[in-house]
Nanobody, 123 residues
Framework: VQLQASGGGSVQVGGSLRLSCAAS????????IGWFRQAPGKEREGVSC????????EYTDSVKGRFTISKDNDKNMVYLQMGSLKPEDTAVYYC?????????????????WGQGTLVTVSS
């Protein structure tokens, strides 16, 4: 299984970015793809996740109404559209896959991780 996150960069407060996660190599269906982030000196936290069908989505409270997760099954891609960005959104963002049954933003549910992509929001 390979997960490749991309799309990070530097943006000003209030700006937008779209992160992409290319997922490949699954021998069976996964249960969820999640986006996590880790700011300097802080623990990695769950941001959003989407089920394999795309019908279920979850967001952490701090990004609700600002971030949107979506997926393109034909392209094996999961996206995180981030808007109204704030300095506290600055972090390395990771995508991860949960292949065992479960749902949510707990890190323990996710058994495959991609490398991170850095998002920097400056004022």
């Amino acid at each position: 299984v390979q997960l490749q996150a991309s799309g990070g960069g530097s943006v000003q407060v209030g700006g937008s970015l779209r992160l992409s996660c290319a997922a490949s190599g699954f021998t069976s269906d996964y249960f969820a793809i999640g986006w996590f982030r880790q700011a300097p000196g802080k623990e990695r936290e769950g941001v959003s996740c989407i089920s394999s069908s795309g019908l279920s989505r979850e967001y952490t409270d701090s990004v609700k109404g600002r971030f949107t997760i979506s997926k393109d099954n034909d392209k094996n891609m999961v996206y995180l559209q981030m808007g109204s960005l704030k300095p506290e959104d600055t972090a390395v963002y990771y995508c991860a896959a949960a292949t065992r049954r479960g749902w949510g933003l707990s890190r323990a549910l996710y058994d495959y991780w991609g490398q991170g992509t850095l998002v920097t929001v400056s004022s």
